[in-house]
């Protein structure tokens, strides 16, 4: 079978029909990988936080949660429950799995819970955040923002 570019086999090449293949049982297959990646992660950074609390140190954890892109194509970023057709093969720069990535930063006692927040931010954003709610001085030359007025609810 002919490979897209994430090495995995490409859904919209006639190799699918040739080798018997169901497309679209294989693209549910592929999300539902993904679903159970994300819910194995997630179940392990509750572990994380248990420990922590039962060690006395989850008051004194700046927990950051971030990643580098979103879902993979041919798993959520179809933004479907389940897969009935195929996507279409037009695949947009700005898809959400792309630029809607998990930022989340937890800090007991710190940061308020359950915040939300329209503003795009980046990546680049991260370093200047931690250095600035941990109190530690920002290198003379560093790119991006602190977004740690946004996340204490000051101004700035």
């Excluded at 979103?70 to 959520?76: D, H, L, N, T, Y």
């Excluded at 933004?79 to 996507?87: K, Q, R, S």
């Excluded at 600035?132 to 977004?147: A, I, K, T």
């Amino acid at each position: 079978m002919r490979a897209a570019a994430n090495g995995w086999p490409d859904p919209w090449s006639d190799d699918f029909e040739k080798a018997g293949v169901d497309r679209i049982a294989f693209l549910n297959g592929y999300r539902d990988l993904y679903t159970e990646a994300m819910a194995h992660q997630d179940h392990q950074i509750g572990r994380l936080v248990e420990r922590l609390k039962a060690n006395g140190q989850w008051g004194n954890t700046l927990l950051i949660i971030a990643a580098d892109h979103g879902a993979q194509a041919g798993s959520q970023d179809y933004a479907v429950d389940t897969l009935e057709t195929l996507p279409p093969r037009w695949d947009p720069m700005f898809r959400p799995g792309v630029t809607r990535i998990p930022m989340i930063f937890i800090w007991p006692g710190r940061i308020k819970g359950g915040q939300r927040f329209r503003d795009p931010v980046s990546m680049i954003d991260m370093l200047p955040t931690i250095l600035d709610l941990v109190g530690l001085p920002q290198p003379e030359v560093m790119q991006g923002q602190s977004l740690a007025p946004l996340l204490l609810g000051k101004p700035g």
